[in-house]
C-alpha cells in the first residue's frame, strides 16, 4: 500500500474518529456514531468492539444503561476466542456494570 493510501485509510479510520470524539457530549456520540458505521461497513469487528464500549460508557454517564447495554452486547458475543485481551477485558467490565 503506498504512502497517500495509508495515510488516506487512517485518518477516516474508525479509531481517529473515536478519538475525536470527548469534545462535547453532542459532539462525542456523533463521532463514536459515524465511527460505529466505518467500522461495520468494513466489518471491523475490533474497531466496533471498541467503538462500542466508548458509546456504552457515554450512554452509561447519560444514564441509558439499557440502550448501552444493547448497543455492547451483540458486538461481545461475536467474539469466540482472545477473552484475555484488554479491549474484551474492558468491554465484559463494562457489561457486568451495565447489568447491575
Request: proline share 4%; hydrophobic share 40%.
Amino acid at each position: 500500500m503506498a504512502l497517500g493510501t495509508q495515510t488516506a485509510a487512517l485518518k477516516s479510520s474508525p479509531e481517529t474518529k473515536r478519538g475525536r470524539a470527548p469534545l462535547t457530549l453532542e459532539g462525542a456520540e456523533r463521532s463514536y456514531l459515524a465511527s460505529l458505521d466505518w467500522a461495520r461497513r468494513q466489518q471491523a469487528k475490533m474497531w466496533e468492539l471498541r467503538t462500542s464500549t466508548s458509546l456504552a460508557r457515554l450512554w452509561q454517564s447519560q444514564d441509558r444503561r439499557q440502550e448501552a447495554y444493547e448497543l455492547l452486547v451483540p458486538v461481545y458475543d461475536w467474539f469466540t476466542e482472545g477473552f484475555d485481551s484488554p479491549d474484551l477485558l474492558e468491554a465484559r467490565a463494562l457489561l457486568n456494570e451495565l447489568a447491575s
